[in-house]
């Protein structure tokens, strides 16, 4: 400033659920981008931030039908850094919202690595079992675009070998 002295940055406060709407933490599929983002958007769903989850927490890559989608598991002592993304969702579309989840998933509590507790997607401990476990990965969306990577470098990007040597 004027003065020469540092002109203390002020930060802009973080996006919040309004009254009439629920902060909702989207670890999988559910996200921007994502194959059943519309199912959020199309209940008036409004995109927040991204996030990352507190560190007492593993992802998995479930077995299942498509889209495939991950379980978030709470597990103390996981030393994890997982992005997601929060939005918020009219308190009117939650019950069916809900409803359109299928098990092992279902809605908990969780931390936000900077201690906010909101409402997301959590996974029943059983289904992750015979999962792979995904959390060194980063994030749902790390993952995927790794597994895509890893397909197309393996030859299994759906071109023929003839195709990709000509």
């Given at each position: ?41 199309d209940?008036?769903?409004?995109y ?55 098990a ?21 401990a ?12 980063g994030g ?27």
């Open positions: 400033g004027a003065t020469g002295q540092q002109v203390p940055r002020i930060s802009a406060p973080k996006p919040a659920a309004l009254p009439d709407e629920l902060a909702l933490c989207m670890v999988g599929a559910h996200m921007s981008g994502l194959p059943l983002n519309s199912q959020v958007m209940r008036g769903g409004r927040l931030e991204t996030v990352q989850l507190g560190p007492d927490y593993r992802l998995f890559a479930l077995s299942g039908p498509e889209p495939q989608r991950p379980g978030l598991l709470r597990e103390t002592g996981a030393d994890s850094a997982i992005e997601a993304e929060l939005w918020a969702l009219p308190l009117h579309e939650v019950g069916r919202f809900l409803q359109s989840i299928p092992p998933l279902g809605l908990g509590s969780i931390t936000l690595s900077d201690g906010r507790v909101v409402q997301g997607f959590l996974c029943e059983a289904a992750t079992l015979d999962a792979k476990d995904i959390t060194a990965s749902w969306r790390a993952w995927c675009k790794q597994k895509i990577s890893s397909m197309s470098h393996d030859g299994l990007d759906g071109k023929s070998e003839a195709a990709s040597s000509a």
